[in-house]
């Protein structure tokens, strides 16, 4: 498992493979919680940090491993940031030894997430969400499946949140989104829309959507390329670096130096599910 480890009671499932890659994934919020590679590396950063507690209350989201942000992507919208997905239990579907399906139903979101405090509806849709992870030699694949089991359209945004490990933030690099136009999300950042030149490197914060890439993350291990579906338009990039860092309760001060974010994500254009209809959206994770 993780060096943070989840309490010892906590709901998990656990994934292997012969060669010796492994996998935890927490039923609450249908999170992948650490992914070891054969040789024991690994790749996925988990706070030391997370208070356990609030996280089972749903008040709170498990910060590290890969987050599922889904109905709606940050505060895009008039539900609790990154949606109510990765809040709750999902329950189990079919377990093999090297992969997981977990659901989650709209009769199991409770009535304060889809309701304001005047009753009145953030998010009237009714829905079947699977969220299927298989593990490989070297390779994991997180893939999200949404039905619109209600009788209007069903809009919303997503992503997966990924934190993976790095040796130190600035030797890290991500290659793939040259000559790429993107969105600078950091506040203070010219409100113009940049292109990349080159690699993206880390010297400050970074909150960046780019539209979708094939990234190669070089972080002084050996190289993780990532892939993602069609059906998931942007990658967005983000690293907190110190001064942000330091605002965030559930990460130690110098954890920016530790992991960056690589999403994949759907968040310019919302998905609109007509009723019946079903959405796919993936992410694929090899080390060479």
Same mark, same amino acid.
């Given at each position: 498992m993780h060096p943070a480890q989840?309490?010892?009671?906590?709901?998990?499932?656990?994934?292997? !493979?012969?060669?010796?890659?492994?996998? !935890?994934v927490s039923l609450h919020g249908a999170q992948v919680l650490s992914w070891r590679t054969a040789d024991g590396t690994e790749r996925l950063y988990l706070s030391p940090c997370i208070d356990w507690n609030a996280v089972a209350q749903g008040t709170c989201a498990i910060r590290g491993?890969?987050?599922?942000?889904?109905?709606?992507?940050?505060?895009?919208?008039p539900l609790v940031k990154h949606g109510?997905?990765?809040?709750?239990?999902?329950k189990v579907v079919q377990h093999a030894n090297d992969s997981v399906t977990l659901r989650l139903q709209h009769s199991d979101v409770p009535h304060h997430l889809l309701h304001d405090a005047q009753g009145q509806a953030l998010w009237p849709h009714a829905f079947e969400t699977n969220l299927h992870v298989q593990l490989a030699n070297h390779a994991l694949t997180v893939t999200l499946e949404v039905r619109n089991t209600g009788n209007t359209?069903?809009?919303? !945004?997503?992503?997966?949140h990924g934190y993976f490990t790095t040796r130190a933030i600035s030797d890290t690099q991500i290659t793939g989104a040259d000559g790429l136009q993107?969105?600078?999300?950091v506040p203070?950042?010219?409100?113009?829309?940049?292109?990349?030149?080159?690699?993206?490197?880390?010297?400050?914060?970074?909150?960046?959507?780019?539209p979708a890439f094939a990234a190669t993350l070089a972080n002084n291990l050996p190289p993780l390329q990532l892939r993602q579906s069609a059906s998931l338009?942007?990658?967005v990039v983000w690293n907190p670096d110190a001064a942000l860092c330091a605002q965030l309760a559930d990460l130690p001060a110098d954890a920016y130096r530790q992991f960056v974010c690589i999403e994949a994500a759907q968040i310019d254009d919302p998905v609109v599910l007509e009723p019946g209809a079903?959405?796919?959206g993936w992410q694929s994770f090899q080390v060479n």
């Amino acid at each position: 498992m993780h060096p943070a480890q989840c309490p010892a009671n906590w709901p998990v499932c656990q994934l292997h !493979t012969p060669e010796g890659s492994s996998a !935890t994934v927490s039923l609450h919020g249908a999170q992948v919680l650490s992914w070891r590679t054969a040789d024991g590396t690994e790749r996925l950063y988990l706070s030391p940090c997370i208070d356990w507690n609030a996280v089972a209350q749903g008040t709170c989201a498990i910060r590290g491993g890969i987050p599922v942000c889904w109905p709606q992507f940050n505060r895009r919208g008039p539900l609790v940031k990154h949606g109510f997905a990765r809040l709750l239990p999902w329950k189990v579907v079919q377990h093999a030894n090297d992969s997981v399906t977990l659901r989650l139903q709209h009769s199991d979101v409770p009535h304060h997430l889809l309701h304001d405090a005047q009753g009145q509806a953030l998010w009237p849709h009714a829905f079947e969400t699977n969220l299927h992870v298989q593990l490989a030699n070297h390779a994991l694949t997180v893939t999200l499946e949404v039905r619109n089991t209600g009788n209007t359209a069903l809009p919303f !945004t997503t992503a997966l949140h990924g934190y993976f490990t790095t040796r130190a933030i600035s030797d890290t690099q991500i290659t793939g989104a040259d000559g790429l136009q993107y969105w600078d999300a950091v506040p203070d950042a010219d409100p113009s829309h940049p292109v990349q030149h080159g690699p993206i490197r880390f010297a400050g914060e970074v909150d960046r959507v780019y539209p979708a890439f094939a990234a190669t993350l070089a972080n002084n291990l050996p190289p993780l390329q990532l892939r993602q579906s069609a059906s998931l338009q942007q990658t967005v990039v983000w690293n907190p670096d110190a001064a942000l860092c330091a605002q965030l309760a559930d990460l130690p001060a110098d954890a920016y130096r530790q992991f960056v974010c690589i999403e994949a994500a759907q968040i310019d254009d919302p998905v609109v599910l007509e009723p019946g209809a079903i959405w796919q959206g993936w992410q694929s994770f090899q080390v060479n």
